[in-house]
């Protein structure tokens, strides 16, 4: 059974860093791009981060260059967001999710196969 599951959100300070994870099942990193999407209210998803780990290639969304980096760890098939230098304009829902094929070719949401249920992230003093 194919399977998403985020984690690591939580309450950080401005300035502050976070971890997230993507842990997936049933299908392999090698086969499948991820990338991590985040929705804050009243706002549309947008695309943070995307990953190849078959190329061992990546993307960065403008928001997110210089503060966050992706990884992936395919022995553990769990994917990686390391957010530093948070801002309380990054809190949001984050979702991850994967989408079949080989390239980092955008973040539009309907072409994602899967998607995990989200994590919070909350940015505040």
């Known amino acids: 059974q194919l399977q998403i599951v985020e984690s690591g959100g939580g309450l950080v300070q401005p300035g502050g860093s976070l971890r997230l994870s993507c842990a997936v099942s049933g299908f392999s990193l090698d086969d499948y791009v991820i990338s991590w999407f985040r929705q804050a209210p009243g706002k549309e998803r947008e695309g943070v981060s995307c990953?190849?780990?078959?190329?061992?290639?990546?993307d960065y969304a403008d928001s997110a260059l210089g503060r966050f980096t992706i990884s992936s760890d395919n022995a553990k098939n769990t994917v990686y967001l390391g957010m530093n230098s948070l801002k309380p304009e990054d809190t949001a829902v984050y979702y991850c999710?994967?989408?079949?094929?080989?390239?980092?070719?955008?973040?539009?949401?309907?072409?994602?196969?899967?998607w995990g249920q989200g994590t919070q992230v909350t940015v505040a003093q």
């Open positions: 990953i190849s780990s078959r190329l061992g290639s990546t």
């Open positions: 999710a994967a989408s079949r094929g080989s390239y980092c070719s955008g973040y539009v949401p309907w072409t994602y196969d899967y």
